[in-house]
């Protein structure tokens, strides 16, 4: 079951009796069970929260039988470096895409993610829905492609448009000097992913925002390419002195042979330069992606995952201050904010279940309501909330 929401501008009316009516759809797909996506049927995500004077902390439990932390190899076929791990929509045949979840957080900013959470970020026009706009003319657009450099349309919020309505309302980009206001007032989406591969190994969430685009967070990512950009081969390799051998083979990959303790992912301390003239078998595969220690706002949500007894068991910690204001909303004790989740479950792009919008209070209530604490996060218990998550499908599409 899937279910359209329009993106047209609601009242606040509309948006929470349109809430309460796919809360009501909800339970009753869950009651009978009938679900056309199958694998995306509507489920649970449980969280809970607490903080002290200094750091913010939310937990996550993800029950899944089909959990992936394996993302994106290269593999030596018939004498060449193959890319495998599509991301596109649905699980990867090979299943080499990596489970993620996110959060998006609203201080009030942006009024229409109280009515709709995370669909306030889709619209025509976007990547991996019917609608997606056509990549030359996105490399064509003065701001999405030549400022910014990009050939697709991603997550986007209305006030970053100066028509934000209709089919073309992708192109509509403020100008830079507007957009840069928006942020210094706080109008924007703060976006934490907790990615099973790309950030978790290294012990990081992923930071990021949404104003005219998804864009990360100041500072160096976690991961980067493993990419000679002169070659197009691999960068960097495994080093077998660490490791024991250069690559991972591909079969073993498919098997899931590679547990959470085993070299499934390359990092900056375990590698050496690739080396063409070695002497590959086919099937041989290396990570996509290099991971390394992050800095700045990129690098402020620690993290810790595990996948144990059935579901992932997911920490990210964060100060309470936001580490760059220009793209990281702060969280203050007493306050009440509006948060969506998302869960990717070794697929990519639009293939993921999302929560509808609920409210986070810092020791006050709200459907999550975070614990003032003394001392260690860590060692604090938390109040579990049971949050429906559910595919609503392709928003733009009828």
């Known amino acids: 079951m899937s279910f359209k929401l329009s993106y047209e501008p609601l009242s606040p009316f509309v948006g929470r ?10 339970m009753a797909s869950a009651a009978d069970g009938s679900d056309a996506v199958g694998e995306l049927a509507p489920t649970t995500l449980h969280a809970g929260a607490v903080f002290n004077q200094s750091d913010f902390q939310i937990r996550f439990v993800y029950h899944t039988d089909n959990p992936s932390w394996y993302h994106q190899y290269w593999v030596y076929e018939d004498g060449e470096w193959v890319r495998y791990g599509s991301g596109a929509d649905g699980r990867d045949p090979d299943g080499l895409y990596e489970d993620r979840i996110s959060m998006m957080i609203d201080d009030g900013s942006v ?11 889709v619209h025509p026009g976007m990547r991996s829905t019917a609608t997606a706009a056509d990549a030359d003319e996105v490399r064509a657009h003065p701001h999405l492609g030549e400022r910014l450099g990009r050939s697709d349309v991603r997550k986007f919020i209305m006030e970053s448009r100066h028509d934000a309505y209709g089919t073309d309302s992708w192109k509509n980009v403020l100008p830079p000097e507007e957009l840069e206001r928006l942020r210094e007032d706080g109008v924007f989406l703060d976006l934490w992913q907790w990615r099973a591969h790309r950030s978790n190994p290294v012990g990081y969430a992923d930071n990021g925002y949404v104003l005219e685009y998804r864009h990360s967070s100041s500072g160096r990512s976690m991961f980067t390419d493993n990419q000679d950009e002169e070659t197009e081969l691999p960068l960097r390799m495994f080093d077998p002195e660490v490791t024991g051998d250069p690559a991972l083979r591909l079969e073993a990959l498919r098997a899931r ?11 900056e301390e375990r590698s050496v330069p690739f080396d063409p003239d070695h002497a590959w078998r086919e099937g041989d595969a290396i990570p996509q992606r290099l991971l390394r220690e992050p800095d700045g706002s990129r690098g402020a949500i620690r993290a810790r995952g595990e996948y144990r007894d059935g579901a992932w068991h997911v920490c990210l910690t964060r100060s309470l201050d936001a580490p760059d204001p220009l793209d990281s909303k702060g969280l203050v004790p007493g306050e009440r904010y509006n948060v969506a989740f998302a869960v990717h479950n070794g697929a990519g792009a639009g293939f993921h279940r999302v929560s509808l919008p609920l409210t986070l209070g810092l020791g006050v209530d709200g459907d999550l309501e975070a614990r003032e604490v003394e001392g260690d996060l860590d060692a604090a218990e938390v109040d579990w909330t049971n949050v429906t998550i559910m595919y609503f499908g392709d928003p733009t599409d009828g």
Do not use: R
């Not at 009796?17 to 909800?26: D, G, H, K, T, Y």
């Open 257 to 267: 042979e590679y547990g959470q303790d085993d070299p499934y992912f390359l990092a």
């Open 111 to 121: 009024p229409a993610f109280a009515q709709t959470g995370g669909h306030v970020t």
């Open 17 to 26: 009796m349109n809430s309460l009516v796919l809360s009501f759809l909800i």
